[in-house]
């Protein structure tokens, strides 16, 4: 199964929230089994992303929610790939006791490298 690990940084007005037309996307990292990085938005970086999704089977993303509405605003088409949000996984497995886990609370508890 190949693998894509994505998430989309915006402008911040109102949360970052896609629905502000203030708001446009600024970078986004990916992760493959191959390569990582951190990539400023350009002009070509939705394809590159569309490109990205059609060769993967798994997207994976922490408060996907934000970034799935990114993808579809910039017409990157999930098509019929599988998601799984970490932030959600972390909800679930603590018995929905912890809500909105962050990315740095969930990679200390599973004694994972946090940035």
């Known amino acids: 199964m190949d693998e894509l690990v994505l998430d989309l940084e915006t402008t911040f007005h109102n949360k970052g929230s896609v629905f502000d037309e203030r708001n446009f996307p600024v970078c986004y990292s990916i992760a493959t089994k191959d390569d990582a990085s951190a990539i400023k938005w350009s002009d070509h970086a939705a394809s590159?992303?569309?490109?990205?999704?059609?060769?993967?089977?798994?997207?994976?993303?922490?408060?996907?929610?934000?970034?799935?509405?990114?993808?579809?605003?910039?017409?990157?088409?999930?098509?019929?790939?599988?998601?799984?949000?970490?932030?959600?996984?972390?909800?679930?497995?603590?018995?929905?006791?912890?809500?909105?886990?962050?990315?740095?609370?969930?990679?200390?508890?599973v004694v994972l490298p946090v940035k």
């Open 48 to 109: 590159d992303i569309q490109k990205l999704i059609n060769a993967s089977d798994l997207l994976i993303v922490c408060a996907g929610k934000f970034d799935v509405h990114w993808l579809r605003k910039m017409n990157i088409s999930l098509g019929s790939i599988n998601i799984w949000d970490v932030q959600i996984a972390e909800f679930i497995l603590s018995y929905q006791k912890t809500r909105f886990p962050s990315l740095v609370g969930i990679c200390s508890r």
